[in-house]
């Protein structure tokens, strides 16, 4: 079982930057893919980014291609999403999530098997 630990959420201004971090511990992180969701107060959770065990493959919601971009450092046994031209309706809780089919690119959260306890992310206008 793989624990995950999200840090670097806060407080930031519209059109600046956040970095996301997700450590993992209990197992090496290369053998998972790996997800970012995020969930604003009454709603849904959704999905933001994703990335293949190798970082071969990423995929983005279209609310969010071209401001973020997810990476892995598997030697860090650590996962970032990196938050550029942050917007107010980018505001939520985020979580990392892995799940372990390793070149699978899964868009839902119901297909992965471990979570953070998610970061909050708050941005003012």
């Known amino acids: 079982q793989v624990q995950l630990v999200e840090s670097g959420g806060g407080l930031v201004q519209a059109g600046g930057s956040l970095r996301l971090s997700c450590a993992a511990s209990g197992r090496t992180l290369s053998n998972y893919g790996m997800g970012w969701f995020r969930q604003a107060p009454g709603k849904e959770r959704e999905f933001v980014a994703t990335?293949?065990?190798?970082?071969?493959?990423?995929r983005y919601a279209d609310s969010v291609k071209g401001r973020f971009t997810i990476s892995r450092d598997n030697a860090k046994n650590t996962v970032y999403l990196q938050m550029n031209s942050l917007k107010p309706e980018d505001t939520a809780v985020y979580y990392c999530a892995a799940h372990p089919y390793l070149m699978s690119i899964l868009l839902s959260r119901t297909s992965y098997n471990y979570w953070g306890q998610g970061t909050q992310v708050t941005v003012s206008s």
């Open positions: 990335i293949t065990g190798s970082a071969e493959i990423t």
